[in-house]
């Protein structure tokens, strides 16, 4: 805890919030300290509470915000039930709807839809099929998932491993996602630009995963190189029409990150839509984490 934070004496009628994580990461992911200090200083008493523990009392807290439940992807199922239940006992941040919406990455095909630039996506219901690109590198991954576990590059004559691993996702009853692989962020990255309330608060730059071999993401998410970027006006403008598309008022977001890859002529392209989990990178700008903080707020 910071030292102002330390100073702070939060008043016992200050409005509770419940920070909801994953079991194996009972005290938040490297945002959550930043987080809490921030919420003490703005007056909120905030714990880290487990989604799964059926001990937890989640009417006890007056918000819940949805910060690092990592391992929804292999259950979400109930982790709708779950937040629809925390939306009846509490007030649930980002809201119900979003979080419905955002966890199956068809919402892609909406967004495209109505005008969004994104990276060009086949999705594979069990049972489908298509011809994989034979001309470049392309990804598999999973529609429902996080932190890129279950996802992998293959070049374009590994078509056998490819569709051994659709396979192996089409078993589980998982609907498939194939794209290209976009080459240029081997060297540009992934731009992510994160908005708080709906205003835009800082970006970062993410440098490639999926770079050099074959690679798949096994564990509760995939190392990450981070960095400090200020997205360019062309980012800026093609996140706001991302926003703006959403089947819903993004003002009523807490948080909104959406990651950016440039296209073949540059043109920045959606890879992602985060409004259930994120990273928010807080660390990666001053007051970031008190601009959340005002955000949950308002909010309030």
Sequence with gaps: MSDLASCVVVSPAAPRIGLATAAVLPNLDDDGPILI??????????????????????????????????????????????AEHVDGVSRLANPLTALRWNTDKRYLAELRDRGVGIVPTTFLEPGQTCDLPADRDFVVKPAISAGSRDTARYRADEQDRAMAHIARL????????????????????????????GEYSHGIRKGPILNGAVTVAHGLF???????????????????????????????????????????????????????????????????????ASALLAAS
Excluded at 46 to 75: C, E, H, K, M, N
Excluded at 172 to 192: F, K, L, S
């Design 170 to 197: 089409h078993a589980d009853g998982r609907v498939v996602m194939v794209q290209p692989y976009i080459a240029a962020v081997d060297d540009a990255g992934e731009t992510a630009l994160i908005f708080f309330g």
């Design 37 to 82: 200090d921030a919420l003490t200083v703005a007056g909120l008493s905030a714990r880290p509470a487990i989604w799964t523990d059926a001990a937890v009392d989640w009417g006890t807290f007056d918000r819940v915000l949805v910060r690092s439940t990592w391992d929804y992807a292999s259950q979400r199922d109930r982790f709708l039930k779950w």
């Design 222 to 292: 995939a190392e990450e190189e981070i960095s400090t970027r200020e997205p360019s006006a062309d980012e800026r403008a093609a996140a706001q029409r991302v926003l703006a598309a959403l089947p819903f008022d993004p003002v009523g977001l807490v948080y909104a990150r959406v990651d950016l890859v440039p296209g073949a002529d540059g043109e920045p392209l959606l890879l992602e839509l985060e409004l259930c989990e994120p990273s928010l990178f807080l660390q990666h700008s001053v007051d970031a984490a008190a601009r959340l």
